[in-house]
Structure formats: structure tokens, C-alpha cells
């Protein structure tokens, strides 16, 4: 009731339609189309990864099948021998002709198979759920944490702006990676560790974005009414100045989706990432790196996937901010 | 400007008290920890006990943290428990040793970044503008831990030009070094050539310029007598400030090439719990990064003639 008369004056669009209106928007950034279509490939891929698996598609990113298998070679089974922990009769198909014959094929290694037999592409596709589950679930966190600080800091100046500012410069004159792996080594390498990790150290500069934007923000004049109106200072935080710092938030939003992505794969690279077997691109490059000199398609391929996906949401960024720009 | 100086190095100081105390209690405030860490899990408890007497642990927790922080001052890091030796003996060749490595790096960084960012912010909009900005974006889109294993595919396996691990173990090699030094650059450039080309498009848009290019200056004059002096203000910080990321790719890069630098030795400290050299390596990673943004901040200020001169 009183929400709807003191919040807004003109007629607001719903959630969707603005979402809609963002999304068209970015179609006059031929940069950031390229940067969304990559990223919504990989949404799709880390979508339709346990479908793939059960129509038989893809192999189980976990089963031990051929060790050591280069790239696009067939997974040929001779009879009488089982497939994870299936008689080979039962589910592949039997060759009838050529050098093969009487023996089964079960399919291909497109991307080949890693040192102790997996199948790479089954792995970078469920990597992929890995990692669009934890990097925007961190980068989420990480926000919940720096938003409420850098709104404080921006609005009540004061001691409260001296403290988290000094906080904010003390962790960020940590090298990033040192102090990952400095909480990482204290604390242990878990789901839920990596998480904090992300947030503890990211939160600081979430932060000090919000406060510039808020320091800006405050003086607005609708600022002004809404305190004169008595408004709780939450509202006034929450309702009339985050609101409007939105459009530098979701660019930063994608950077830091980027850079998250980039510390999830290099703590599995440094061999402090999620704990295995299931497949994270990082822990992936660190596992085969050292047949990199016979195998380099083991390493190879989930490079080209982490990197096209940071790629995918910097160009996203790209887009965005150079939308927001023409506005 | 003395005052400005002063007041930075006192935020520096405070900095690297805030960063040593938080260092101290998170390895140290538990000290039967300490000694598990020190003497080993096999230890017998009055082992532990006896050690712990001898080292002064049993003392107050402010007077531990004093004595430590006076014995980081003077150099004295402690034992490492993995090499048996002082931490300083191991950690002072590792450093330059990485000292090397980020030198080569900065000497093609800031060549290479600063010629494409001023070309691209030259002709703002132009083709070469939108090629250079997007190839930036693609290199640091590019992770350390991911164009190392690519460009050690191109360049050892494929073409075997270089070798694939810089161990250095037969004495000091150039060779060794090109692989490392690529990644790093190949990562660092672009972050500093968007932010030179960002810097030089403001200034090209400035009224002196325009006065420059419309009283009839050729503009080759424009842009070395006018636009670069104050375009590259800016990416002077940006390129100190790139310390502190580089400190973090040298981790991955050494780890990768198996170089023997200080990045690795922070790595393979945390991974062994070997605590003396963790704090060791971790304050001196801190103090570097902390006095590159002083310093970045103090020449900032003095290369700004608006501020130099108020």
C-alpha cells in the first residue's frame, strides 16, 4: 500500500520487461552478442549435460573407459569384455565389417580420453555445471557481503567509512592468488571453503564500488525527499540508492563472474580446488599437465573452455558497458 | 607534497601492521598447532611441550607478536621446516630469481602496451582501435593456468622450439625464460594497453589538442609534444599497480615451468604447512605489492602537474 505511493511516481516496468529491454539493447554491441551467445552456449551445455549423458551421447565423466585415447578415436570393446560394468553385448553395437569386425563399438572419443581413461568431453561438459554453479553462486555471496558494506560506508561516512575503507585497502593489497592460497591452506579446499575464500576476498572491491557509486548517490535529490519523507534508513539504502547504482553493478557483475571463473580454475590448477573425482576444468589441466609432452590434447581442451568462457563474460562486459554508455 | 609523501608511507606502515598482525594470528594463535607444524605429527606431546618452553611460545600472546614482528624487521624469518635451513637463505635467491623473470616481463609489457594503447586511443572508433581493444580483451580473457599449457603445446610440442620446463637446473638460460615471459605478457599487456588507450583517447578529446591540431601543427607534433605527455600519466600507475597481479601469475607460471622462483616457494610452503616460510613469503608478497601502490600513488601525484603545482 504506502510501498507502492512513496517508492515509485512514474508507472515502472515489470522485472521481465526490463530484462527484455536490457537484452535488446545489447543487440547494437556486435561485441557483447558474441559475448552473450558464448555464454548462454555454455549455460546450455551445463543444462543439458545429464540428458546427454542418458541418451547415450556422452560417456559418464567419471567411468575409468581406454586410458591415453587421442582425440576422435573410437571406443572399439572386444567381446566378452564389460563396459562399465555392463556385458559389452548389451550396450554397444557389434562391427560386422573391415579389420574391427566381431568386436563392439561404443562409441567415440571426440576429445580423447585423459591418463586414467576418461572421456574429455564428457568431463568438460559436466565441468561445466561445476563451474556455472559455484562461480555465480560465489560471485552472489560476494555481493550480499559488499553491498551492505559499501552502502554504509557510502552513506554514514564517518568512522564506519574509515574502518571498512582501511579493511577493504588491507585485503586488497594482497596479492590475489597469495591470499587464496594462504585461506586455502588454513582452512582446506572444500565447496564451501572456495566460497568463503571468494567471498572474503572479493567483497572488499564489490565494495568499494558501491561506495563510490553511494557517495555520488547520496546527494540526488530524490535521496533528499525520500529522507525528508522519513524514510528508514535501510529503505533509503536499499529502495532509492541501490537501485540506481545498478548499471555499473551488472557490468562489474560480469567482470568479476570472469574473474571468479579464474580463480575457481586456478585453485584446481594449483591443486587446491574442489575435491575430486567430479570433473573442474582447472583440477583438470593440473591432472594431465605433466603428459602435456605426449598428450597435450588432455590439457588442451579445457584451456579452450575456461578461456572461452571468461572470454565470453568480458565481452559480455564489453557490450554492456559500452551500451550503458550510449544511454 | 612532503606532506602527502609522509602521510602515504604512514598508511604503508599501518598497512603492513594490520596485514602482519592478521598473518601472526591466523598461522600462530594456536600454538600446539605450531608445534605439530614444527616438529611434525609424530611428535610426542612433551616433545612438543619442551619446544614450546624453549621458543617462548608459552609467553603472552601481545609479547609473541611483538618478538616476531621485531625478528621480521631485522630479516630473522625463523627455520623452514621443509629445506632445514633459515627461511632467508632459501627465500632471498627465489626472490630475485622472480625479480628476473618479472623484469624481462615488464620490459616487454611496457613497450608493447604503451605503443598499441596509444595507437588505438590515437584514432579513437577506428579499425585499428576496435582490433587492438578486442585482442586485449581475448589475451586477458586468457588465464595464466590455461595459455601456459596452450602455448607449451604450440611452441614444445608441435614446433619444438622451446623447452617445456625452466628448471634452470644447468645453470642460467635465456631459453628457458621465453615461455614464461610469454605468458606473463600475454596475460598483463592488454589490461595496461586498454587503460593507456582509455588515457590517450580522454586527452585527444581536450581543447589544447584540438588548438594543437587547428593552428596547423603537424600531427606527429601533436601527439609527441602534446597528447603523450599527458596520456601516459596514467598508465604509470596502471603499470605499477600491475605488480601485485603479476605476483599472483608468477605463482601459476613457475608452478607450470617448474622455475625456481618465489612464487613457487610460497606454493610449495603452503602445500607442506612449512608455517615460517608461509608467513616469510606471504609479508614479503605483501610489502612488495603495498610499496608499488605507494609508490605509484607518490609518482602519480608528482607527475600530475595540477596537483604537483596547488
Known sequence: ?327 | MLIFIMRRAATMVLTMIVVSLLLFLALEINKDAVAIKVLGPYSTDEQRAIWLENNGYNDPLPVRYGRWLGNFVVGDFGESTRFKTEVSEILWPRLANTGILAAATFAVVIPLSLLLGVLAGMREGSRLDRSISVASIVTTSIPEFASAPLLAAIFVFYLGWLPGTSGMSDGFSVVQLILPVMVLVLYDFGYVARMTRASMADVMTTDYIRTAILKGLPYRTVITRHALRNALIAPFTVIMLQVNWLLSGVIVVEYFFAYKGFGALLLEASLNNDIYMIEACAMVAVFVAVATQTLADIGYTYLNPRIRFS
Open chain 1, 1 to 327: 500500500m504506502s510501498e507502492q505511493a512513496a517508492g515509485s511516481v512514474q508507472p515502472r516496468r515489470s522485472a521481465i520487461g526490463r530484462i527484455f529491454r536490457g537484452i535488446s539493447a545489447l543487440r547494437e554491441s556486435p561485441v557483447g552478442m558474441v559475448g552473450a551467445a558464448i555464454v548462454v552456449f555454455w549455460v546450455l551445455v551445463a543444462l543439458s549435460a545429464s540428458f546427454l549423458l542418458q541418451l547415450g551421447l556422452i560417456f559418464p565423466p567419471n567411468a575409468t573407459l581406454a586410458p591415453l585415447m587421442g582425440p576422435g578415436s573410437e571406443y572399439i570393446v572386444s567381446a566378452g569384455r564389460n563396459v562399465m560394468n555392463m556385458p559389452v553385448e548389451q550396450v554397444c553395437s557389434p562391427i560386422t565389417s573391415g579389420t574391427d569386425a566381431g568386436n563392439f563399438d561404443c562409441g567415440t572419443f571426440w576429445l580423447g580420453t585423459d591418463h586414467i581413461g576418461r572421456d574429455i568431453l564428457s568431463r568438460i561438459i559436466f565441468g561445466s555445471q561445476t563451474v556455472l554453479t559455484y562461480a555465480p553462486l560465489a560471485t552472489l555471496c560476494a555481493y550480499a557481503v559488499g553491498i551492505p558494506m559499501g552502502l554504509a560506508a557510502g552513506y554514514k561516512r564517518g568512522w564506519v567509512d574509515d574502518v571498512l575503507s582501511f579493511w577493504a585497502n588491507v585485503i586488497l593489497s594482497f596479492p590475489v592468488l597469495v591470499l587464496y592460497i594462504l585461506i586455502i591452506s588454513l582452512v582446506g579446499s572444500s565447496e564451501i571453503n572456495i566460497l568463503i575464500a571468494i567471498v572474503f576476498a572479493s567483497s572488499p572491491g564489490i565494495m568499494r564500488i558501491v561506495r563510490g557509486l553511494t557517495l555520488d548517490l547520496r546527494n540526488r535529490e530524490y535521496v533528499f525527499a525520500a529522507e525528508t519523507r522519513g524514510e528508514p534508513t535501510l529503505r533509503v539504502l536499499f529502495v532509492e540508492i541501490l537501485p540506481n547504482a545498478r548499471g555499473p553493478l551488472i557490468v562489474d557483475s560480469m567482470l568479476r563472474l570472469g574473474y571468479v571463473i579464474i580463480t575457481i580454475g586456478v585453485l584446481g590448477f594449483l591443486g587446491l580446488g574442489l575435491p575430486p573425482p567430479d570433473p573442474d576444468w582447472g583440477g583438470m589441466i593440473n591432472e594431465t599437465r605433466q603428459l602435456m609432452m605426449t598428450f597435450p590434447h588432455m590439457a588442451v581442451f579445457p584451456c579452450i573452455a575456461i578461456s572461452s568462457l571468461v572470454l565470453g563474460f568480458n565481452l559480455l562486459a564489453d557490450g554492456l558497458r559500452e551500451v550503458s554508455l550510449k544511454d
